[in-house]
């Protein structure tokens, strides 16, 4: 079935450090993959996407590449801030089970210090 | 335009009570979802909808009752509540053409004591 890996955090930076988010997946066919991101005490926030194979999302300094030959989506950002503290999520959206609702990683929670 | 609003916002029931979570949207969203985020465990999914009148289970669906009359709304109903339910729930909406990305609530925080 379908499913989503994300590395586990937390994830402890200081400001202008380089950020990388691990996230693989499983998915039959050919799903469009997302990363969300929630504030403390929000809801989730759609932060980027990538429909197909190569893709590079990109919002707010933040990239991911949808890399279908090592099923990967990793998410980057060259500097962070202390607004960027957040837990961020990696899913995927494709057909098969669960028709074709978002299917979650378990989330990153990242900490930026100044 | 309110996007996917969720009521009521902070929620606590004694154990075999029941309630329902509101979802409207009004974004004329073919599908709606619910998940529920427990720490953790990241968000799971509970039922789903990919049109009016058509549900089906997600992950972890026992406890749960959906239904889905309008486009716009989709009711979670919890028939008899458990402290295992407590959790945040969000409901979220999309396009058919799901690469565009769900929109969600701002979550409804239940405690079962």
């Known amino acids: 079935g379908n499913s989503v890996t994300q590395m586990e955090g937390p994830v402890t930076l200081s400001e202008e450090a380089f950020l990388t988010i691990n996230c693989t997946y499983t998915a039959t066919g050919y799903p469009s993959l997302f990363w969300y991101v929630q504030y403390p005490g929000e809801g989730l926030q759609l932060l980027l996407k990538?429909?197909?194979?190569?893709d590079k999302g990109s919002n707010k300094g933040f990239e991911a590449t949808y890399r279908k030959e090592t099923t990967s989506f990793h998410l980057e950002k060259g500097s962070v801030q202390v607004s960027d503290s957040a837990v961020y999520f990696c899913a995927l959206s494709a057909s098969g089970q669960a028709g074709t609702a978002l299917i979650f990683g378990k989330g990153t929670t990242l900490s930026v210090s100044s | 335009n309110a996007g996917v609003t969720q009521t009521p916002k902070f929620q606590v029931l004694k154990t075999g009570q029941s309630m329902t979570l509101q979802c409207a949207q009004d974004m004329n969203h073919e599908y709606m979802s619910w998940y529920r985020q427990d720490p953790g465990m990241g968000l799971r999914l509970i039922h789903y909808s990919v049109g009016a009148g058509i549900t089906d289970q997600g992950e972890v669906p026992n406890g749960y009752n959906v239904s889905r009359s309008t486009t716009e709304d989709f009711p979670l109903r919890l028939l008899s509540a458990a402290p295992s339910q407590t959790s945040v729930y969000f409901c979220a909406s999309s396009r058919r053409q799901t690469a565009y990305g769900y929109t969600f609530g701002s979550g409804t925080r239940l405690t079962v004591v």
């Open positions: 990538a429909t197909k194979a190569d």
